[in-house]
């Protein structure tokens, strides 16, 4: 079973301050996904990253997967009170690709504050 | 708009009655799929179709539940005999099958009293 664990689990910080939230797995992933998720509403697609190593921007946001694409960080410069919401990353795995449905972590709640 | 539908967006229900659930996925993706969120956790995969063949079930996907993808266009799941711990948020997602990346409607927030 490909577990993805995420964390923190919850943050809070000021608005104008920087955070990194990780995800990590035991399993090797052909690609990782990041959602970003509002109360009552579904999942929004971020960003895919496919290339162990590979680093995607995003306006203020960072994704970068390992180069053993087993874990992503995603990095928020000067946060936001609209960056607010569940950061979900989520991965197919590399021996289930083409087969697969996304398996998701937990979810980094991040609360900005103004 | 484009995008993937769901239908209902709330439902509550009694213990014990059925209830279905209706998804059109982008028009132009084979595949669909169910997700199960609960409060403070990340969606959980159910089943998935491929056009209209459901390829994969997880062991979440009880006897009380069943979906379907007549013609490989819109989909349906359906819950019999709800229980409590039934409530929760359905998500339905859909994509092709050569990328990776899967767009979400906005779920179908079910409730069991």
């Known amino acids: 079973t490909q577990l993805l664990e995420q964390s923190p689990q919850f943050l809070s910080i000021q608005e104008g301050e920087n955070l990194t939230v990780y995800c990590n797995s035991s399993?090797?992933?052909?690609?990782l996904q990041w959602y970003r998720q509002e109360p009552g509403e579904g999942p929004v697609l971020l960003v895919t990253v496919v290339t162990g190593g590979e680093v995607k921007k995003l306006k203020r946001l960072t994704f970068q997967f390992g180069d053993a694409r087993k874990d992503s960080s995603l990095h928020i410069t000067a946060a936001q009170t609209g960056d607010t919401g569940l950061y979900l990353c989520?991965?197919?795995?590399?021996?289930?690709?083409?087969?697969?449905?996304?398996?998701f972590g937990s979810g980094t709640r991040l609360q900005v504050q103004p | 708009d484009t995008g993937v539908s769901q239908d209902p967006r709330h439902k509550i229900t009694k213990r014990g009655q059925n209830v279905t659930f209706r998804c059109d996925p982008i028009?132009?993706?084979?595949?669909l799929y169910w997700y199960r969120q609960t409060l403070g956790q990340g969606p959980e995969f159910l089943t998935y179709?491929?056009?209209?063949?459901?390829?994969?079930k997880s062991r979440l996907l009880s006897d009380r539940f069943s979906a379907e993808r007549p013609k490989g266009s819109f989909s349906t799941l359906e819950i019999q005999r709800t229980e409590q711990g039934d409530s929760a948020m359905y998500l339905c997602?859909?994509?092709?099958?050569?990328?990776?990346?899967?767009?979400f409607g906005q779920g179908t927030r079910l409730t069991v009293v």
């Open positions: 997602a859909s994509s092709l099958a050569i990328v990776p990346e899967a767009f």
């Open positions: 028009s132009e993706h084979n595949r």
């Open positions: 399993s090797v992933f052909s690609s």
């Open positions: 179709f491929q056009n209209e063949a459901q390829l994969e």
């Open positions: 989520a991965g197919s795995s590399r021996e289930d690709t083409g087969r697969r449905a996304l398996t």
